[in-house]
């Protein structure tokens, strides 16, 4: 499982925005049971944007629960080594592509609150990391999703997670900068 300490490590490599307090916050309350999804209500979760800076097209998948296309992501399970494995692990298990190549650092922290069909979570603290694949690559459906599939960033599906419409081209920035950084 993911120690405390390496979770705060990473959190605090993203950039600064409206979130990072909460995540303070949420580490100073709870400590190492934000990191788990037994630990209350309140809990860290990872997620992938998965982005193919070729043919400008971002792949998403149709959440089962929600109902509504958004990046994968999830829970950190005990044998997650850090909350970018985690993310990893997510992405790769919701999309089928393997392995995926992961931004070194988070590119965004993200607070979100949750209807009742995700049971007793009721708000997600998410560290989200870019991944890069092609739109030649052919994900496929886990159980966890309805459907998945690559999206043009000028043609994106209509239901999209409620905020996700705004913070959609500075998510997609940011993991082009983060692939930069890499090369």
């Not at 998965?50 to 629960?65: C, G, I, Q, Y």
């Not at 393997?98 to 209807?115: F, G, K, N």
Request: proline fraction near 7%; include cysteine.
């Amino acid at each position: 499982m993911i120690d405390l300490e390496t979770a705060r490590g990473e959190v605090f490599q993203a950039p600064s925005g409206p979130f990072s307090a909460d995540f303070v916050d949420l580490f100073g309350r709870l400590g190492a049971n934000s990191l788990r999804r037994d630990g209350g209500p309140h809990h860290v979760t990872a997620s992938c944007l998965v982005v193919d800076p070729d043919t400008e097209s971002v792949l998403l998948n149709h959440h089962r629960k929600a109902g509504l296309w958004g990046q994968f992501g999830g829970h950190l399970e005990p044998e997650d080594e850090s909350v970018r494995a985690a993310a990893r692990r997510e992405a790769e298990e919701e999309s089928g592509l393997q392995p995926l190549s992961v931004s070194p650092a988070p590119i965004d922290l993200h607070v979100h609150d949750l209807s009742s069909a995700f049971g007793s979570c009721t708000r997600h603290f998410d560290v989200v990391f870019a991944a890069y694949a092609s739109v030649k690559a052919v994900p496929s459906v886990s159980s966890e999703s309805l459907d998945v599939a690559w999206f043009s960033l000028q043609d994106l599906p209509a239901a999209l997670m409620p905020d996700l419409p705004a913070r959609l081209p500075g998510l997609y920035s940011a993991a082009l900068r983060a692939l930069s950084a890499r090369r």
